[in-house]
């Protein structure tokens, strides 16, 4: 399983490096903004990469899932699971943070996290989930990443049935906070044994007693995907656009959200 606090040991690798020969002061702070296009990266022109020597060490050796130029001459856009970060060409400066174009006030380092996210959700696929659906039209999807018994994803839900009014379709991924082998994760996997998985993950989560089964399961990866991804507890929703929405929102205002939101491109709260 790929260890989510790899930026941690970047920046700790980074740290080291720079304490070797530090750069002089930056007096201007809008200096270190460059305007970057809202466009999607380009793909690194064949034969010019940064030097990755560094960074796979910080990493005990892992290599990143893609390298591609940004608009800022020199720097690069690293992707390690569903994590984003920039490197220098020659590979000795790690960057965390957001890169946000000033011209347009999007954030491109969000917006490529809720592509990732999308991307790796839709290839779980909707048969790998426990699917609460509208008896009508469905107007919004969420994915959200939940534990058995987690309260606020309990109280969730208890009012499952106020969601599906309001055309929302909630789809689970199990995420048990403790971990692999632990009582929640003995649960999800009952959960998706049952012959009725909606009824089992209803019982469940009212603190009901269900049949304990074992079978072929994604309870482990979905767990493992969460924490790829930057889950930190649940319930984590994943909207449409890819956006992570941790914790609880009641229904009417979930849609109220769903529907603001399903055209927008994520922005950075940057006010003039």
């Known amino acids: 399983m790929r260890n989510i606090l790899f930026v941690a040991a970047v920046l700790h ?38 030097d990755l020597t560094r960074l796979q060490e ?29 490197l220098s060409e020659d590979g000795r400066f790690a960057v965390q943070g957001d890169m946000v174009d000033l011209g347009s006030r999007a954030n491109l380092t ?16 909707e048969n790998n989930m426990v699917v609460f659906a509208p008896e009508g039209p469905v107007k919004h999807t ?21 969601y599906n009014k309001e055309g929302i379709k909630i789809r689970y991924l199990m995420f048990p906070r403790e971990g692999i082998g632990s009582e929640s994760y003995h ?14 993950m209803t019982k469940a989560k009212r603190g009901e007693s269900i ?16 924490d790829k991804l930057g889950v930190r507890g649940t319930p984590s929703m994943i909207l449409e656009s890819g956006e992570m929405l941790p914790g609880y929102v009641p229904p009417a205002q979930l849609a109220r959200l769903l529907a603001e939101t399903r055209d927008k491109t994520i922005r950075p709260t940057i006010r003039p």
């Not at 994803?153 to 049935?161: L, N, V």
């Not at 649960?187 to 089992?200: L, T």
């Open 13 to 50: 690798a980074a740290g080291a490096l720079a304490a070797d020969s530090a750069p002089p002061p930056v007096t201007d702070p809008a200096a270190t903004l460059v305007p970057a296009p809202a466009a999607a990266p380009a793909a690194a022109p064949s034969g010019k990469q940064p």
């Open 58 to 86: 910080a990493l005990n050796g892992e290599k990143p899932d893609s390298v591609v130029t940004t608009a800022i001459p020199g720097l690069y856009e690293v992707v390690l699971g569903g994590q984003v970060l920039y």
């Open 110 to 125: 969000e917006n490529r996290r809720g592509e990732l996210r999308g991307k790796a959700i839709a290839a779980v696929g």
């Open 142 to 162: 969420v994915t959200i990443f939940t534990d058995i018994d987690c309260g606020y994803c309990r109280k969730m839900h208890s009012q499952i049935a106020d």
């Open 187 to 200: 649960k999800a996997v009952s959960v998706w044994c049952a012959d009725n998985r909606q009824e089992a």
């Open 211 to 226: 049949e304990p089964k074992t079978c072929d399961n994604p309870v482990q990866a979905q767990y493992e995907l969460g």
